[in-house]
């Protein structure tokens, strides 16, 4: 079992950028392929971006392909999600996950953090 602390959420202008990170403890972090969702109230949570235990593989939303770039450490046990050129429309609660399976941003995450609120202002 792995548990998940996300941090770094926060007010950005539109334009601007933040980092999310994700600190990872309990079971071998490289273990897991990881992923970040997000969710605004009313809408259904969305993938955001995933990667590859490894991180040699990463998948992106259209929504953010080109802006958001997901990383991981597997050294310091955390994931990564620098979001650039940030739009209103990014605001939501942002969630990272783990699973001991396939990396990807489609089925099931099976550990989930609190979430971390990002807002950004147009």
């Known amino acids: 079992q792995v548990q998940l602390v996300e941090s770094g959420g926060g007010l950005a202008p539109a334009g601007g950028s933040l980092r999310l990170s994700c600190a990872a403890s309990g079971r071998t972090f490289s273990a897991y392929a990881m992923a970040w969702f997000r969710q605004t109230p009313g809408k259904e949570r969305e993938a955001v971006a995933a990667?590859?235990?490894?991180?040699?593989?990463?998948y992106y939303a259209n929504s953010v392909k080109g802006r958001f770039i997901i990383s991981r450490d597997n050294a310091k046990s955390t994931l990564y999600l620098q979001m650039n050129s940030l739009t209103p429309e990014d605001t939501a609660v942002y969630y990272c996950?783990?699973?001991?399976?396939?990396?990807?941003?489609?089925?099931?995450?099976?550990?989930w953090g609190q979430g971390t609120q990002v807002t950004v202002s147009s």
């Open positions: 996950a783990a699973r001991s399976t396939r990396s990807g941003l489609t089925g099931q995450y099976d550990y």
């Open positions: 990667i590859s235990w490894g991180g040699g593989a990463t």
